[in-house]
């Protein structure tokens, strides 16, 4: 059990640019969510898929935002346009369909938009 | 809605101590999860410890017990004999049992453990 991977750890850009973040759950997880944490606050949730379905997504998730998961295994989170306000640490967490209350989180991705 | 509030920013203590983390909530859901979460330094955010609405009696795990107080909406987490590898931001967080499946967090709680 390798956990919850994320890539990149880092991502800066500047504003108006695309980026694009990777999520990789622990095999068998068919849970996978994307939360989003600035600074000094806790975890705010974005979007959340059961297999490849996306069954939630948060009115924080602009439609400059989008997240797929196209196998039911990893996941790809990507803003266009970014914005300052973009700035933050983008976490992904996985779990269980039958223990969806413990959910294992990533490192995350810190993406600093100048 | 549903909203979780952490009312200490920070907290410290002695090495070796106890101290208790503060945790209110608001629901009108009678079943939920609530938890603590620990974010050391630039690391990943673990699970300390869970609690189930339905049951009265207050989780433990090892060092970490929770207080809950379902009536009051109050969550509190007790470290006892605090080690220097507990300082992390600590994170209180509710999840109703049915429907959304996503975690309500706290602000978080910055705990630093004096040597």
């Known amino acids: 059990d390798t956990g919850v991977s994320q890539d990149p750890r880092h991502k800066i850009t500047k504003r108006g640019q695309n980026v694009t973040f990777r999520c990789d759950p622990i095999s068998e997880h068919n849970r996978l969510y994307w939360y989003r944490q600035t600074l000094g606050q806790g975890p705010e949730f974005l979007t959340y898929?059961?297999?490849?379905?996306?069954?939630?997504k948060s009115r924080l998730l602009s439609d400059r935002f989008s997240a797929e998961r196209p196998k039911g295994s990893f996941s790809t989170l990507e803003i266009q346009r970014t914005e300052q306000g973009d700035s933050a640490m983008y976490l992904c967490?996985?779990?269980?369909?039958?223990?969806?209350?413990?959910?294992?989180f990533g490192p995350g991705t810190r993406l600093t938009v100048t | 809605a549903q909203t979780v509030t952490q009312s200490q920013p920070e907290m410290s203590v002695q090495e070796a101590e106890t101290v208790t983390l503060s945790c209110t909530y608001d629901t009108s859901e009678s079943d939920y999860y609530l938890f603590w979460y620990k974010q050391p330094p630039s690391r990943q955010m673990i699970l300390v410890i869970r609690q189930e609405a339905y049951k009265q009696q207050n989780a433990t795990e090892n060092r970490f017990s929770v207080n809950f107080q379902k009536a009051a909406k109050s969550f509190s987490l007790k470290i006892s004999d605090s080690q220097l590898g507990d300082a992390a931001m600590y994170f209180c967080a509710y999840r109703p049992l049915q429907g959304a499946q996503k975690l309500v967090f706290g602000q978080g709680t910055r705990l630093t453990i004096n040597p």
């Open positions: 898929f059961q297999n490849e379905a996306q069954l939630e």
């Open positions: 967490a996985s779990s269980l369909v039958d223990r969806p209350y413990e959910q294992y």
